[in-house]
């Protein structure tokens, strides 16, 4: 019995353990099958996903096609109203040039022959004009070289007169240094007498102190001559030489006092030449001096009239060469002026010949635009241009009147770039505008994911377009026809109506 009971007590315990593991297995098997719910769900939906978004691609596409058929369609019939009406317009334009044309050959002809008549008359008028450009360029010279001879001459004969005038006061101005000269001279001879008096008297003078001193020096020489006679045997003996030296001199001197008391003899001749020359002297002083006086207020006056005479001759000579200077710069100036006026008018001819060759028919043809004034405004002007000018503006206005062509020809020709340049701006922005249509059409037509998270502008609702029209208001050229958009009533009771 209790080996019964140990082994039921084993049986119970093993099937509790495995209704335990049974649990757990079961728990785990209905975990599995519950997860491969999801996953099947999961890929399901997934899969379910996938097939609408193809779905949708396809139907989104299929949607963009039609639509594209559509706005084709009505493009094209645009395009083919557009076309009848371009065809009508062109066939009138073309009538009414023809019309134009066959009126316009008629004056075709007069017309070259006033441009050429115009073209002769401005070319005389130029060879005109340089004819009496040259005519006055060459009167300018002729009175130039006129005047400069007529300058040349009197600077010649002032030279001559002046070189005359210098003459006559280097003459007179010559004397008087030759007298200033004698009187020099008879000055140096009255001082060489004076000196030659008064040697004479400190010789005399030396003469009696010598025969003074001879009568004391006697007395000792007596006494000395002993002396003298030891000291002379002395110096006779070692002066030998000397003494015969001295008696040559000696004689010499002997000679000299000889030929000095000639001397004397002439000189007291010459002293008494002296005396008659001095009074005769005297009295050509007197004369000298005013003689001196009157030639020395003479060559102060005409010192004076020669500084006078040659300020006058440079303020001449000034005046002239700044004649000649301005006249050398004004023909100068002149003939550039010319130059520049001949090239401008070159360059005018050149510029003419040029816009003559890029003109239309209807310039051609017309190349003056009708006034627009009206007959009594335009009878005013002709009276006002026919009455003489009263100012010298109006003189100047008066003289510019054969440009009045000119000034039509180029304000036509300023207000037809103005035009050009505005329709360029206007064609830029168009452009600008119609390429931004273009790019929003070819993100509509095509198929990516940024293209399709964004609104496609091809769509229509409700009449309403989902592309940017950014034109600007009031834009003749960028506007068009408005075509009112059909939408099928199945696609509207299918797709928009509440079902």
Partial sequence: MPAKKKKSGKLSKMTEEEKIAYEEQKRLAEEEMRKKKEDMLSQFLKDKLNKEERATHFNQNKLNHQWRNIMRESKSRELKKDIEILSQTFERVIDRKDAVIKSLTKDLGEAEEQYSMGFRSHLQNIDYLIDIQKQRLATLERECAEELEIVREEFDTERAMLTEQHNKEMNDIADIIFAMEQNFLERENDAKVDFQSMRD??????????????????????????????????????????????????LKDEKSAKEIELQMRKLQRISDQIAQLKAKMASNTKECEERNKYLK???????????????????????????????????????????????????????????????????????????????????????????????????????????????????????????????????????????????????????????????????????????????????????????????????????????
């Fill in 201 to 250: 008297e400190i010789k005399n003078k030396n003469l009696e102190e010598k025969h003074a001193l001879r009568v004391q020096l006697e007395m000792k020489v007596d006494e000395l001559w002993q002396q003298f006679r030891q000291a002379l045997q002395n110096y006779n003996e070692t002066t030998e030489e000397r003494k015969t030296a001295f008696e040559a001199l000696k």
């Fill in 297 to 499: 207020e003479e060559r102060e006056r005409m010192q004076a009239h020669f500084q006078e005479l040659k300020a006058q001759m440079n303020k001449i000579r000034d005046c002239e060469r700044e004649k000649l200077t301005k006249l050398t710069l004004e023909s100068r100036a002149a003939i550039k002026e010319i130059k520049r006026q001949k090239e401008k008018g070159e360059q005018i001819l050149r510029l003419a010949e040029m816009g003559r060759k890029l003109e239309t028919e209807e310039e051609k043809v017309l190349p003056f635009y009708a006034s627009s004034l009206t007959k009594e405004e335009q009878d005013d002007v002709e009276v006002v241009f026919l009455d003489p000018p009263s100012e010298p503006l109006v003189a100047v206005m008066h003289e510019y009147t054969a440009l009045e062509n000119f000034w039509k020809r180029y304000n036509k020709v300023f207000l037809e770039k103005l035009a050009l340049d505005k329709e360029r701006q206007t064609l830029a922005g168009e452009n600008s505008q119609l390429r931004t249509l273009l790019k929003q059409y070819l993100d509509g037509i095509s198929v990516n994911d940024e293209i399709l998270s964004q609104v496609n502008p091809l769509f229509v609702i409700n009449s309403k377009t989902n592309v940017k029209m950014n034109f600007p208001v009031g834009d003749p050229r960028v506007r068009r026809p408005q075509i009112p958009t059909v939408v099928e009533a199945a696609h509207v009771v299918k797709h928009i109506l509440p079902s």
